[in-house]
C-alpha cells in the first residue's frame, strides 16, 4: 500500500514537471533538479511543488 500511495503521489508531481518544461516555463536543468528534489520526496502534492518553485525563483507566479 506504501507503494500505491507513492505512485498516487509522485505521478501528477512528473506530470506537473513535464508539462512545466514542454511549455518552456522551466530549463531542462531546473526540471532535472525538481525531478530528483520529487524523487527524494520533498514535495507533497502539485501544489507543494510549484509553491517551492515560486519561492526559489524558479518559476514566475502566475496572474490569474
Known sequence: K????????IRPIRDELKTLR????ITPSTY??????????????????RQHMISGGYLKE???
Open 32 to 49: 532535472r533538479l525538481f525531478y530528483r528534489r520529487a524523487k527524494g520526496g520533498q514535495y507533497r502534492s502539485r501544489r507543494n511543488l
Open 22 to 25: 514542454d511549455e518552456g516555463k
Open 62 to 64: 502566475e496572474e490569474n
Open 2 to 9: 506504501d507503494k500505491e500511495r507513492w505512485i498516487a503521489v
